[in-house]
């Protein structure tokens, strides 16, 4: 047996116990290292440690109910993922207690201003000088009378009327009991220049309290903490802000310190980052994605993103489908972040726990059809080639076209009669082709039957947007004027040559008019050019499928072909009479129903659900049902600001057999999520409680009652048969008419007047957004 020769120079013992130290800790770091490799090779997630992401609630559910409430982190426990982890702000009153509050400032999520109107003040914040009412000038007591509300004004007030309290750290940590909590600490410097210590309170609470997370922006303040918790003490987060702010420790703005994270490991096991650090936009549409997540990965940090909400501007790229953002963020094929904050914990869990790593060739695991809305014309001009094309890649099983026809009598597809509400037409030659035709409207405009098919296809299309006007939310600018408009033979043709399309939807509207006013026979024409496509003789398996509005109009396809028909209901409705059901079977094989005519609801919430699905499919007629949108403003607030859940409900919750959707890709993803054939559904994949809001609004705050939608009777199916068509005169050369010409219609055309001027302007001006 060797023994080591003892060396009487304590330097040279020094050098060789720190070599033999330092050789020690970098053999520990390479069998971590590897322990980490070998989890990550086994694991589908690009996290560091081949963990799933974790889903951090922000203040609870603060996307729905005021931030920091208990109900709001009540809420994340009955709806998200059982390990969520619930998030406080940590911030301190006068006489030092910890509270969860979103800022140091009480104004814009508390009735504070109310409770003490003159009691603001005034501190240097970060080297500003900011006036507010601050946590520091009000001791716990004070506070007790002040209740939490809503903090972002885009979303509902109606809970700010329930009397939610300020809560503690310790009330937190006690009546919910959280698997993990995280504390945010903003502001250590700004407390310690008024002689509070957020470490003495940490260090005091973390004898009661789990911490399990503790981030801050501030260097220095994990310097001084970093020592004080013992082993089992929280995983530091280092919290990065915007890239142009300045650490107030090290006088280095944010963006530096990120080309350093050799430095942040020092002190921290992880970092935080708003979402664009990781993917930076432009322009509301996103660049490449950076490597600051491998970079950290590669540093032995873990990364946590900031910033998500659906109910905020998203990049255009995800076509306002928040579930989108989330999955490029942990399912992109390069990396996955290891956290996500959100004040939709909802949404993020499911994007976590059932729409991850599904792949392009998943399964279906629920049977509906998917419909188009005149192509994805969410992403592109409605009726557009590019529009019927992107349905298509994006999984629709339908597609649609809302039949038009122009002077030539060439069937078309366009999303109205009237060409000023989808192309470029006020701004073309042809603006003074306007007519006013009562039947159709009471205000002039320009109809596909005022140019033929040549002078339609110069026009540029134009994208819609539904919420611009109210809500300033536009969709893909850059795509506002893209695609060609296509004829229904182009239609038939392009889906005919689909492999994945289940079939086609033609959708014939204003037919008696055109026949009686404009000599064109859009039955006819549809029926040409089916035969013409193909479709009649059995050459294709694609279905197709006839809706109308009109009873008369499907009553004539019925005698004359064997394609199925759809009757569509417009107007809202709570329920419908047996014998309007069995009329409705005569001409019809499915029915198109509002989605307000199940799920009928105030202006804000939903307020029950009726059985009109039950009633129409237990007499064998399926239910498609419209519109669904991705942007949040188009869903009641029961739904969470989630074109999913929303879907989820229809599909899952009342069972319709199609959903028609200007996003196709929202719908076709649902279809193939993997919590739908669980034997328990996860509860972010179960349908939500009609009206279930309401039971926690205040009796204040309810929105007021409405009268209910009216029941669909025998007298609303029946109408005359559509009228034989009569011949039209013919009429001048087409081209650019002058003032004075008489319409088709025979009435004088409309001169450019003031009204058709501010017409075109408003419609120019919607054009170049």
């Known amino acids: 047996m060797t023994y080591m020769r003892y060396n009487p120079n304590p330097t040279m013992h020094g050098l060789q116990a720190s070599k033999f130290l330092l050789l020690a800790l970098l053999l520990i770091q390479l069998l971590l290292s590897t322990q980490l490799v070998a989890q990550r090779s086994k694991s589908p997630w690009q996290t560091l440690t081949g963990d799933a992401p974790r889903i951090i609630a922000r203040g609870g559910f603060s996307g729905l109910l005021p931030d920091s409430s208990l109900d709001a982190y009540s809420f994340v426990g009955q709806t998200s993922v059982p390990d969520a982890v619930l998030w406080c702000d940590l911030q301190l009153t006068k006489d030092a207690f910890g509270i969860c509050f979103p800022d140091v400032k009480m104004m814009n999520a508390s009735n504070i201003q109310e409770v003490y109107p003159k009691r603001t003040n005034s501190y240097l914040l970060n080297g500003v000088p900011t006036q507010d009412w601050f946590t520091i000038d009000f001791s716990l007591k004070d506070l007790t009378s002040v209740f939490l509300i809503r903090g972002i004004l885009s979303r509902s007030n109606a809970f700010d009327g329930n009397s939610y309290t300020i809560s503690t750290v310790q009330d937190i940590a006690t009546q919910l009991k959280p698997q993990s909590f995280w504390l945010n600490v903003q502001h250590d410097a700004f407390y310690a220049q008024h002689n509070l210590s957020i470490s003495s309170f940490l260090l005091s609470v973390s004898k009661t309290v789990t911490i399990n997370y503790l981030s801050s922006p501030e260097v220095n303040f994990f310097r001084n903490i970093g020592s004080r918790f013992g082993r089992k003490g929280p995983k530091f987060v280092f919290r990065f802000l915007e890239k142009d702010d300045v650490e107030v420790s090290t006088n280095q703005t944010y963006g530096s310190l990120a080309g350093n ?59 306002f489908d928040p579930l989108a953002e989330y999955l490029s963020f942990v399912d992109n094929g390069d990396f996955s972040v290891d956290g996500l904050l959100s004040d939709f914990p909802l949404t993020a869990s499911s994007a976590v726990d059932c729409f991850s790593h599904l792949g392009t060739n998943a399964s279906t695991q629920v049977d509906f059809l998917v419909i188009s809305k005149n192509g994805a014309s969410g992403d592109y001009p409605g009726c557009t080639d590019l529009a ?317 009652a409405e009268a209910p939608n009216p029941v669909f009777t025998d007298a609303d199916v029946t109408e005359p048969p559509l009228p034989p068509v009569t011949a039209r005169a013919p009429t001048t050369t087409p081209g650019p008419q002058t003032t004075g010409e008489k319409a088709p219609n025979g009435q004088t055309r409309v001169t450019l007047s003031l009204l058709l001027s501010a017409f075109a302007t408003v419609i120019a001006s919607l054009l170049l957004m």
């Open 261 to 319: 994270l050799t430095f942040i490991k020092t002190f921290a096991s992880g970092i935080l980052v708003p979402k664009s650090y990781i993917w930076p936009v432009e322009s509301q549409y996103l660049l490449p994605h950076t490597s600051v997540v491998q970079d950290a990965h590669k540093a032995g940090l873990e990364v946590y993103a900031s910033g998500f909400a659906n109910d905020f501007d998203i990049a255009y790229n995800y076509s």
């Open 388 to 704: 019927y094309s992107k349905a298509i890649k994006d999984g629709a099983d339908v597609i649609d076209c809302s039949l038009q026809m122009s002077s030539d009598g060439i069937p078309f597809c366009l999303t109205s009669i009237n060409l000023g509400e989808s192309t470029n037409v006020v701004q073309s030659p042809f603006r003074n082709r306007s007519a006013t035709v009562p039947e159709l409207n009471s205000l002039a405009g320009i109809y596909s039957f005022n140019l033929a098919w040549s002078e339609i296809q110069t026009l540029r299309p134009a994208i819609e947007n539904p919420y611009n006007k109210d809500f300033n939310l536009f969709r893909n600018p850059r795509e506002r004027s893209s695609g060609k408009l296509v004829s229904l033979s182009d239609f038939l043709n392009l889906a005919k040559n689909s492999s994945t399309l289940v079939g086609v939807l033609i959708s014939v509207e204003n037919a008696s008019y055109l026949r009686e006013k404009q000599g064109l026979d859009a039955v006819k024409a549809t029926l040409d050019s089916l035969t013409e496509a193909g479709y009649s003789n059995k050459t294709t398996t694609t279905r197709v499928m006839i809706q109308s509005t009109n009873s008369s109009v499907l009553v004539d396809f019925k005698k004359q072909s064997r394609y199925e028909t759809v009757y569509k209901v417009e107007e809202a409705i709570r329920d419908i009479l047996d014998s309007a059901i069995e009329d409705i079977k005569k001409f019809a094989d499915a029915i198109v129903i509002t989605k307000k005519s199940v799920f009928p609801s105030s202006p804000s919430f939903t307020t029950g659900q009726t059985n009109l699905v039950e009633r129409l499919q237990k007499l064998k007629l399926p239910v498609y049902v419209e519109v669904f949108r991705n942007e949040f403003v188009s869903q009641p607030y029961d739904f969470f600001s989630d074109a999913t859940v929303e879907i989820n409900s229809h599909v899952t919750g009342a069972g319709v057999n199609g959903a028609i959707t200007e996003f196709p890709l929202t719908a076709a993803r649902y279809k193939r999520n993997t919590c739908l054939t669980r034997k328990d559904p996860p509860p972010y994949m179960i349908p939500v409680q009609p009206g279930g809001l309401l039971t926690i609004v205040s009796p204040a705050s309810l929105p007021p």
